[in-house]
């Protein structure tokens, strides 16, 4: 198998010489505050998706109708393309397998147009992902770990697998393992795949249809949590509601998000579940965090060249309360497009995206380099905290996702119809970086626990308990350790899809060893809590976590 990778001169404006820093192949861009790492600076392709399988692999795709990629497909390989912008023939890849192992990429071949789609890894690990634009509205696509020979491991397609047209939809895995798959522009309703008997159909959802904003919808790719209580809490535009999809009703409505600013696609915030904790308690809180977004809605102001500028607030909720309200909070830094994600220590970073502007073609402006972590145990106004820059502009169709060892994978950036390398503001962007935060650093050692069992791969049962033996090579605070699982999300158009943190119930730390340590730790008691599925396992003292082991419930 040959692959071809060409690089391109980027143009960049005088303003914007920090750009010019020279990149190197594993070079630090900062040493404090987190670090930034250059793994490689040339996929192949721009990352628009990506999915973390439980082989340590990242499935990463773009769209297949703006031109020939970067890489090519093996064996030469070649697909008619009737809905390309550019090029009919084409024997390019647009989707490839990164392994994190050995830093290394392989090219995919993905038939139908997956641009702006959606996905879900199922309980089996398998991503199953699902509609996107064209040909690819109705398809289901299917890509399941390689363990094996993983050159003949490849996207299998199911045509007309879905009973409506899903673009820019939610996907989310319910307790019994399904998908559910909410909205999509002018897809007012849901559905379920697989199919059974009673779900072989769509379901309106006029909630969707209320939250549509003419001519500027900002309710695509509406942010969707399963709820402890086996609900949904829907967040669209700046509206939310908690949905029972086995009645098909709406069981509760919660307050409009104060300031009335739409968070949606492609006004686009970000939003996360915040980690669930006490998993024993007769009654387990939830709450959601919603950041960023477009004053007032800018689409139609953006195309007409007012780029408005991004929200600095974040809204959280709690959703389990009987009369809950927003609690706002002020980010340091305002930003459209950016991505939240949830780190091992239960903490969420703030990264990539704009400070003015909206999502879609060259409408972003600004871009905001620099992360935040935000401590959600901390008391209000000490929770953010800004962390060292980038050099790389993140903007529309950049991705980012939590990798096993706790480094953070961002990629992506592609605010152009096509391929654009030269003559635009913000190139298309091939790259692909590790942020690592400052739990990584090496003052971190002799604090940051190993997992020595069980291995990696364990199974285990709703309600089980496994003891977990670990080594902490300097002093441990055992009132300070705690085990966390991490469901391995879906991200795409700065939302991750069934990205969830359960905080272990978990009995005393004793010594067993020199250094060595064992915690009982008591898995969720119901698939409510934790769908099926894998999950990455860690072992966190004083905020520092392990690296990771698969475990599947």
């Known amino acids: ?23 190197h192949r594993n070079s630090a861009y900062a ?18 998706h ?9 499935i990463m795709y773009d769209r297949t109708d703006f031109g020939a990629s970067n890489i090519s497909l093996p064996n030469g390989k070649c697909r008619n393309n009737t809905n390309d912008l550019a090029l009919k023939i084409d024997c390019t890849a647009h989707s490839v397998e990164y392994d994190v192992s050995t830093n290394s990429i392989r090219p995919l071949m993905v038939q139908t147009d997956v641009w702006c789609s959606s996905g879900s ?25 390689c363990n094996g020979n993983k050159s003949t491991c490849d996207w299998r397609e199911i ?36 199919k059974t008997l009673t779900t072989n159909n769509i379901f309106n959802l006029t909630f969707l249809q209320q939250t549509n904003d003419p001519r500027e919808e900002n309710n695509l790719y509406p942010f969707v949590f399963l709820n402890v209580d086996g609900n949904l809490f829907i967040f669209a535009n700046n509206r939310a509601i908690l949905f029972d999809y086995t009645r098909d009703m709406i069981v509760k409505t919660y307050p409009q998000i104060p300031g009335g600013d739409p968070r949606n ?36 102001r953006a195309q007409r060249g007012k780029f408005l500028g991004a929200l600095n607030t974040c809204g959280r909720i709690r959703i389990t309360d009987p009369n809950p309200q927003w609690v706002m909070e002020t980010m340091p830094l305002a930003r459209i497009m950016s991505d939240m994600v949830i780190l091992p220590n239960g903490n969420v970073l703030i990264i990539n995206g704009a400070a003015a502007g909206t999502a879609g073609w060259e409408l972003g402006r600004s871009p905001v380099l620099s992360p935040v972590i935000y401590r959600p145990d901390n ?17 529309y169709h950049s991705t980012t996702i939590l990798l096993r060892d706790g480094r953070v994978l961002v990629g992506g950036s592609n605010p152009h119809g096509l391929y654009n390398f030269t003559g635009v503001l913000y190139p298309t962007e091939l790259s692909l970086e590790a942020f690592s935060p400052s739990y990584l650093d090496s003052d971190s050692v002799n604090l940051r626990p190993q997992i020595i069992s069980p291995a990696s791969r364990r199974k285990v049962k709703y309600g089980g308990q496994v003891n977990i033996r670990f080594i902490v090579p300097g002093p441990i605070n055992r009132n300070l350790v ?26 005393n730390v004793t010594q067993v060893g020199t250094s060595t340590y064992k915690i009982n730790s008591i898995f969720p008691n119901s698939s409510k809590l934790a769908p099926p599925g894998y999950y990455m396992l860690f072992v966190v003292h004083q905020d520092i976590p392990s690296e990771g082991i698969w475990i599947r419930i």
């Not at 040959?2 to 143009?11: D, G, N, S, Y």
């Not at 040493?31 to 628009?48: E, H, Q, V």
């Not at 209000?380 to 980038?390: D, H, I, K, L, T």
Request: positive net charge; contains cysteine.
């Open 379 to 395: 008391p209000v106004n000490s929770r953010f905290e800004a962390q060292n820059p980038s050099t790389i502009p993140r903007m």
């Open 265 to 300: 696609y492609p006004s686009t915030g970000s939003a996360v579940l915040l980690p669930l904790k006490n998993l024993e308690a007769q009654i387990i809180q939830a709450e959601v965090l919603v950041c960023g977004g477009t004053k007032n809605g800018s689409f139609l």
């Open 50 to 58: 990506m999915q973390l399988l439980n082989n340590d692999r990242v």
């Open 1 to 23: 198998m040959t692959t071809r990778i060409k690089v391109f001169p980027f143009l960049v404006l005088i303003g914007q010489l920090l750009l010019l820093l020279p990149r």
């Open 159 to 194: 045509e007309n697998a879905l009973m409506q047209s899903r673009w820019y939809a939610t996907n989310h895995v319910l307790p019994d393992g399904r998908q559910i798959i909410i909205g999509g522009r002018e897809a007012f309703n849901y559905e379920f795949y697989p």
């Open 482 to 507: 705690k085990v966390t699982m991490v469901a391995p999300g879906f991200n795409t158009h700065s939302f991750t899809m069934n990205q969830r943190i359960l905080v272990l119930s978990s009995g």
């Open 121 to 145: 890894a199922t309980s089996d690990g398998t991503l199953v992902q699902t509609g996107g634009f064209n040909d690819g509205e109705k398809v289901v696509r299917v890509s399941k770990p």
């Open 31 to 48: 040493a404090a505050g987190g670090k930034w790492d250059l793994l490689m600076s040339n996929i192949g392709i721009s990352s628009m």
